[in-house]
């Protein structure tokens, strides 16, 4: 039944990120693959059981790939900043989704089918002929066997009571509350992942070709005139991209935070709301004839390659704030996101050969997890860091504070450090890994590196670090 293989999956120890979201994200796809479900839920929407694609598995591999960052990297917002698309890819992989509409209303429905989905594994969960009593006593008696027999080896064997305890975490009210609250969590999620994939949305009537078009002059004309803005403020960035950056300090009254960090934010700004603008106008620009087809690809080609040089002028400005002040996780996550929107226009660019916009969607979400997951194999933290270090050696001094604000990810650059700027940077650091020594639920690959490092060369004392050293 699907109830006992989803409380299988979410019996898996966990803790706020590490080894234990990995077990417990294959103990879940394993559940949802394998598990019979029972009678057939109450339609959300329109429903109806479609085969699974190549894409679903594709999906399932990004969500699994996603929640795996936790056990290579130990930055928790590196964490948290992969759960947001891992939901998502979870989403299409349970329930599909290829059009715009389609993946928002799946994202809808998944919350919807969680709530649903609590009476549907309750009534599977009595199973055919017995009732929640035979089930309340089966998991009862196999508690009961478990304790008993366990306490006995353990007292036996040291070692098997060094696994036990490793694995069985220390019981008071907050653990206990901890856990009631994460299995509430994760059967909700789990069963409502079931519900959906015994009883996916029918998404077939999102892909009607039958819009309202408007005529060719009221959209033509607005664009013509943003492509020639455009066009002016782009001749203007030229000069910016392939100068140098004594620009800046030439310019009367401008300086390098007014130039590149505001500037910046405009420049993202004008990214995104141009591609609003390009979604609206390939929905509703009529493509009937041959005229209508090369002004479409005309206008709006010219406006998103005009836009590409905007990302680079934007790229250039964060680039040259970062030489100038410093790399940090803010100005190393936004130009991320910009370069993101980037691949978006060119992908735009490739649909308007053929004016075929079907795979746009999917291949944007795929981009942004191609994006993440090539984040965290970069070892953010530590790419901060030595981008930092290398500055100090140019600038003559270091923001230790900072640094020492950074994961253990940064252990391996940081160690690099002169003794006293080292001590005073790894100490935090030190200390965390000593609070969760012999916790596998939070083992990770850059943990262990770390730990590895500090044990060769241990931290001093560092009683006498400055608070701030700012550049």
């Known amino acids: 039944m699907i109830a006992g293989a989803l409380i299988a999956a979410l019996s898996v120890p966990l803790a706020p990120g590490g080894a234990g979201w990995l077990v417990a994200a294959i103990a879940g796809v394993a559940a949802l693959t394998i598990a019979r479900p029972p009678a057939e839920p109450v339609s959300l929407v329109r429903w109806q059981r479609p085969g699974l694609d190549r894409s679903r598995f594709a999906w399932g591999a990004a969500t699994i790939a996603?929640?795996?960052?936790?056990?290579?990297?130990?930055?928790?917002?590196?964490?948290?900043?992969?759960?947001?698309?891992?939901?998502?890819?979870?989403?299409?992989?349970?329930?599909?989704?290829?059009?715009?509409?389609?993946?928002?209303?799946t994202v809808w429905a998944a919350p919807a089918a969680a709530f649903r989905s609590v009476p549907?594994?309750?009534?599977?969960?009595?199973?055919?002929?017995?009732?929640?009593?035979?089930?309340?006593?089966?998991?009862?008696?196999?508690?009961?066997?478990?304790?008993?027999?366990?306490?006995?080896?353990?007292?036996?064997?040291?070692?098997?009571?060094?696994?036990?305890?490793?694995?069985?975490?220390?019981?008071?009210?907050?653990?206990?509350?901890?856990?009631?609250?994460?299995?509430?969590?994760?059967?909700?999620?789990?069963?409502?992942?079931?519900?959906?994939?015994?009883?996916?949305p029918d998404l077939s009537g999102l892909d009607s070709q039958h819009r309202r078009r408007v005529a060719r002059l009221e959209w033509s004309i607005p664009l013509s005139l943003l492509v020639l803005l455009?066009?002016?403020?782009?001749?203007?960035?030229?000069?910016?991209?392939?100068?140098?950056?004594?620009?800046?300090?030439?310019?009367?009254?401008?300086?390098?935070?007014?130039?590149?960090?505001?500037?910046?934010?405009?420049?993202?700004?004008?990214?995104?709301?141009?591609?609003?603008?390009?979604?609206?106008?390939?929905?509703?620009?009529?493509?009937?004839?041959?005229?209508?087809?090369?002004?479409?690809?005309?206008v709006l080609g010219t406006l998103a390659v005009l836009t590409l040089v905007i990302v680079g002028s934007a790229l250039h400005r964060m680039d040259l704030y970062?030489?100038?002040?410093?790399?940090?996780?803010?100005?190393?996550?936004?130009?991320?996101?910009?370069?993101?929107?980037?691949?978006?226009?060119?992908?735009?660019?490739?649909?308007?050969?053929?004016?075929?916009?079907?795979?746009?969607?999917?291949?944007?979400?795929?981009?942004?997890?191609?994006?993440?997951?090539?984040?965290?194999?970069?070892?953010?933290?530590?790419?901060?860091?030595?981008?930092n270090i290398v500055r100090a050696h140019d600038v003559g001094s270091i923001d230790i504070a900072f640094l020492s604000t950074l994961s253990v990810d940064a252990v391996p650059a940081l160690d690099k450090l002169p003794p006293a700027d080292r001590?005073?940077?790894?100490?935090?650091?030190?200390?965390?890994?000593g609070e969760r020594d012999g916790d596998w639920r939070t083992w990770s690959w850059s943990r262990e590196e770390a730990r590895k490092i500090?044990?060769?060369?241990?931290?001093?004392?560092?009683?006498?670090c400055p608070l701030l050293v700012r550049s």
Request: aromatic share 8%; net charge positive.
């Open 66 to 105: 996603l929640l795996a960052v936790s056990t290579v990297r130990a930055a928790g917002w590196l964490v948290l900043l992969c759960l947001a698309p891992a939901f998502l890819t979870g989403i299409l992989a349970v329930a599909g989704g290829r059009t715009t509409k389609g993946i928002l209303l």
């Open 120 to 200: 549907w594994l309750k009534s599977g969960a009595r199973g055919p002929g017995s009732g929640g009593v035979r089930i309340a006593a089966t998991v009862g008696v196999s508690l009961a066997l478990l304790i008993v027999f366990g306490t006995l080896f353990a007292s036996a064997d040291a070692a098997f009571a060094g696994v036990v305890d490793a694995v069985i975490p220390d019981l008071d009210v907050a653990t206990a509350l901890r856990w009631i609250l994460l299995f509430t969590v994760g059967l909700l999620v789990l069963g409502g992942a079931a519900y959906l994939r015994a009883a996916p």
């Open 230 to 298: 455009f066009a002016v403020f782009v001749g203007i960035q030229l000069t910016v991209l392939f100068g140098d950056s004594q620009h800046v300090l030439t310019t009367e009254g401008l300086t390098y935070a007014e130039y590149a960090r505001t500037g910046f934010w405009q420049l993202l700004l004008v990214t995104g709301l141009t591609l609003l603008v390009l979604a609206g106008a390939a929905r509703w620009a009529p493509r009937d004839t041959r005229t209508d087809r090369v002004l479409i690809r005309s």
């Open 322 to 387: 970062a030489d100038t002040y410093g790399l940090t996780r803010l100005r190393l996550l936004v130009p991320l996101c910009e370069a993101w929107l980037g691949v978006v226009f060119l992908m735009i660019l490739m649909a308007g050969i053929r004016l075929r916009t079907a795979w746009l969607p999917r291949a944007v979400v795929a981009a942004g997890v191609l994006a993440l997951l090539g984040l965290a194999a970069a070892n953010p933290d530590r790419l901060i860091a030595e981008r």
């Open 423 to 433: 001590n005073c940077a790894l100490r935090l650091m030190a200390a965390q890994l």
């Open 454 to 464: 500090l044990d060769a060369h241990p931290v001093a004392d560092g009683r006498n």
